[in-house]
């Protein structure tokens, strides 16, 4: 088990889901990362310490083809194979997994995994939940 560093993917079960992703075709690819995000959002907060952190990885990857996710691209971990470009199903679903995942009632074992009071585990998270959210928003342009 491996643990957060100052980036998603220093976490090594996240860039160990993420190096997974390379071995599978395009759209399985889609259909990996969706159903990381989905597990989360069905299994409401019970889930397993593996099953968060690929959620996050999920998001992450989500997120750093939107407007503003920069800081999820790594240039040392992620997948080398290109991720089919996020559609608003896709976003809504990470949005609602990383709201789960922030939620203090989730599972036990996720909170022990990772301390959700470390101050820059919760910025991470609510970046990340910023940059999905923005993206639902439509983040409109400033009138003057």
Do not use: Y
Request: charged share 30%; net charge negative; proline share 4%.
């Amino acid at each position: 088990m491996g643990n957060w560093g100052e980036c998603i993917f220093d976490d090594d079960d996240a860039a160990n889901f993420s190096f997974d992703l390379d071995d599978l075709s395009e759209e399985d690819r889609f259909v990996c990362i969706k159903s990381a995000l989905e597990l989360i959002v069905l299994k409401g907060g019970r889930f397993e310490f593996r099953d968060g952190v690929h959620a996050v990885a999920a998001a992450a990857l989500v997120a750093r083809e939107l407007e503003g996710g920069e800081d999820f691209r790594s240039d040392i971990c992620g997948p080398s194979n290109p991720i089919p470009s996020p559609t608003v199903e896709l976003v809504e679903i990470a949005e609602r997994a990383v709201l789960v995942l922030l939620d203090e009632r989730s599972s036990i074992d996720w909170r022990f995994g990772h301390n959700l009071d470390d101050q820059s585990f919760r910025v991470m998270l609510n970046q990340l939940l910023a940059v999905i959210s923005r993206k639902l928003s439509g983040n409109p342009p400033a009138l003057w």
